[in-house]
């Protein structure tokens, strides 16, 4: 998408709601002269026309020609410049028929109101400076956030607090630029006061910098998920763990061997952490069974997509005397796991369980959790999930730290100024001030319609 597909200033409208039969639904509409044009399909052209910003307007959809009401509405209006796009909006609220909405988008349509594209009310409130590009951002990771904690970490970055932070920064960093601006314009005699270029602030936002990058993995997890795949001997327990993990039966337990002959599969959470649970079938290498050996075959390309692998098993030897269970041995991502710790004698090298009396589970859960999590966020940081901001920071950390060393060495300061220059800009660029419209086509042909 290129972006002079999005169009500025005419009237755009979109369904904001899901196209789906329901109680509610809302049509979006932004635009120069939106209201105006608008009331030519209402019943109450004059109210609406006069209505005051953030009110609500009831009447009804008309057909001009016909004079057809088409649906009894709500409309919410919105006046420039207190609306989300900075534009006059409207929200129509409309009953949730597939075919009413036919009828008014139909009706919008003919009236030269043009469907909005992806991203391209947000995007209108980022070029009128509603908000920053890490706030639009933020609205997509709510949307699509999977965890309470990927929504309350994106809901701060909504509200404005990596902004905030970001936006410190660029003050301070603006100050010491106009510092070092000033050594080089004048001579030293012809300044009054006596100016020192340190690097403490710039160290303290570095480390603040390296802490906000750290949150990356953790947040992306806690937005996207993990995959964890069961993988382990026949009639080791591994499905009565995978229906344990999910809390539910999900897949057919019995003791006679080999049960599971393709993989299960399943969605639940573990320590607020979006999880995708795949029980597989036991690997037996020596099988001339067809669907067993089609079982096995799915099984290995599951596990090469894995976050985590849970060896199952109750007799080690099983692990031991299977080429492709005793290859797995030494990956990083394996949990190794002895079942049924109730009845047999327990192997003090692996995290013990018994899914029949959950002794141990609490262990296993803690063990994925470590796993997953290299660096653990505190609920109450700042936390960032968008790989363009993560990769701009890490640029923004290395300069940071070039100029630093360049000021602790007494190097040129045209060399630190224009050092610190780049890093200025930067921070612009993550906030959206220095406005890249590749960046922004980018980033908003991936939002929802109506957003």
Request: charged content about 25%; hydrophobic content about 35%.
């Amino acid at each position: 998408m290129k972006i002079n597909q999005y169009s500025q200033g005419t009237c755009i409208y979109a369904l904001a709601t899901g196209y789906t039969p329901s109680a509610l639904a809302i049509i979006r509409i932004s635009g120069d002269n939106c209201i105006e044009k608008f009331s030519n399909l209402f019943s109450r052209p004059k109210a609406l026309k006069k209505a005051k910003g953030n009110t609500i307007v009831y009447g009804y959809v008309i057909n001009p020609k016909t004079k057809e009401n088409i649906d009894q509405i709500l409309v919410s209006v919105f006046r420039n410049p207190k609306s989300f796009t900075g534009e006059d909006v409207l929200e129509l609220n409309c009953h949730g028929s597939l075919e009413g909405l036919k009828k008014i988008m139909l009706l919008l349509e003919e009236s030269d109101f043009i469907k909005a594209k992806p991203g391209e009310f947000t995007f209108r409130a980022v070029l009128n400076n509603k908000m920053d590009l890490t706030q639009a951002q933020a609205i997509q990771e709510i949307v699509d956030s999977k965890s309470n904690k990927a929504h309350s970490y994106a809901m701060k970055r909504l509200q404005g607090d990596l902004k905030d932070k970001l936006e410190n920064y660029e003050k301070q960093i603006l100050e010491l630029y106009a510092k070092l601006s000033l050594l080089l314009d004048y001579a030293e005699d012809d300044i009054e006061d006596d100016i020192e270029i340190k690097s403490d602030t710039l160290q303290k936002i570095s480390k603040e910098v390296s802490v906000l990058i750290s949150t990356y993995t953790g947040n992306k997890l806690y937005a996207n998920g993990a995959t964890i795949t069961l993988i382990g001997p026949t009639n080791a327990g591994k499905s009565s763990l995978f229906n344990l993990m999910l809390l539910k039966e999900r897949s057919i337990v019995s003791h006679i061997a080999g049960t599971t002959r393709d993989y299960v599969e399943g969605n639940t959470y573990i320590k607020g952490i979006p999880i995708h649970l795949v029980d597989t079938a036991g690997l037996n290498e020596k099988t001339d069974d067809i669907v067993e050996i089609e079982g096995i075959k799915r099984t290995k390309l599951l596990i090469n997509n894995s976050d985590i692998l849970i060896l199952v098993y109750e007799d080690y030897d099983k692990i031991k005397n299977n080429n492709f269970y005793s290859s797995l041995l030494n990956d990083d991502r394996l949990i190794i796991v002895q079942n049924k710790s109730d009845k047999i004698k327990t192997n003090k090298k692996h995290l013990s369980l018994s899914v029949h009396t959950r002794n141990g589970y609490d262990k296993l859960l803690n063990k994925i959790e470590s796993k997953l999590i290299v660096n653990k966020i505190d609920n109450s940081s700042l936390a960032i999930e968008d790989e363009r901001q993560y990769n701009n920071l890490i640029k923004f950390k290395d300069i940071l730290d070039l100029v630093i060393n360049s000021i602790n060495n007494n190097s040129p300061l045209d060399l630190i100024a224009s050092d610190l220059y780049e890093g200025y800009e930067l921070i612009q660029e993550i906030l959206g001030k220095y406005k890249d419209m590749d960046v922004l086509t980018e980033m908003f042909s991936k939002f929802c319609v109506g957003k």
